[in-house]
């Protein structure tokens, strides 16, 4: 069985989404930086380091992996985090040549509190959506990153 080729879409679409995503992401970045750093003395990217951790990746080559980051600036954050009582280095039980990560209790209380500001803020810029629109963005989102080509 063949595979079809991917559609091609049309130029002024592709530099169309590519533009809204680039605003989007500029715009979003400008609102949090500043709400995040009065609120709660953190900041975007420590927030989502934060969260990935919570999430379950707890070795630094994952999480740069994950959040796209080179590994020397993401090592800058986990040692701001770590001076700051926010996370905490373990040798790896199997491997101890690996660091594993995980949050402190003053770490998880920063992300639970800084989650709750990001949440209403997005949630602010995503009602403009009709929750079927959420849907199809969400869906579209995850279609774009999962790395697969769609048939």
């Known amino acids: 069985m063949t595979s079809s080729p991917p559609p091609i879409h049309d130029?002024?679409?592709t530099s169309r989404f590519?533009?809204?995503?680039?605003?989007?992401?500029?715009a979003l970045g400008q609102e949090l930086q500043p709400l995040l750093q009065e609120a709660h003395?953190?900041?975007p990217r420590s927030f989502f380091i934060l969260k990935t951790i919570?999430?379950?990746?707890?070795y630094p080559k994952v999480i740069a992996q994950e959040?796209?980051?080179?590994?020397?600036l993401l090592s800058r954050y986990l040692d701001d985090l770590n001076k700051r009582g926010l996370l905490e280095r373990h040798?790896?039980?199997?491997?101890?040549?690996?660091?594993?990560?995980?949050?402190?209790?003053?770490?998880?209380?920063?992300?639970e509190q800084t989650q709750c500001t990001v949440h209403t803020h997005v949630?602010?810029?995503l009602a403009r959506l009709r929750p079927e629109q959420l849907r199809a963005l969400n869906d579209a989102l995850h279609t774009l990153n999962s790395g697969e080509e769609q048939v």
């Open 11 to 13: 130029a002024e679409e």
């Open 41 to 43: 003395d953190t900041d």
């Open 123 to 125: 949630a602010r810029r």
């Open 67 to 72: 959040l796209k980051l080179p590994p020397t």
């Open 18 to 26: 590519l533009q809204a995503m680039w605003h989007f992401n500029r």
């Open 91 to 111: 040798i790896d039980e199997q491997d101890s040549r690996r660091t594993r990560l995980s949050l402190t209790p003053a770490g998880a209380t920063l992300l």
């Open 54 to 58: 919570e999430g379950g990746l707890t």
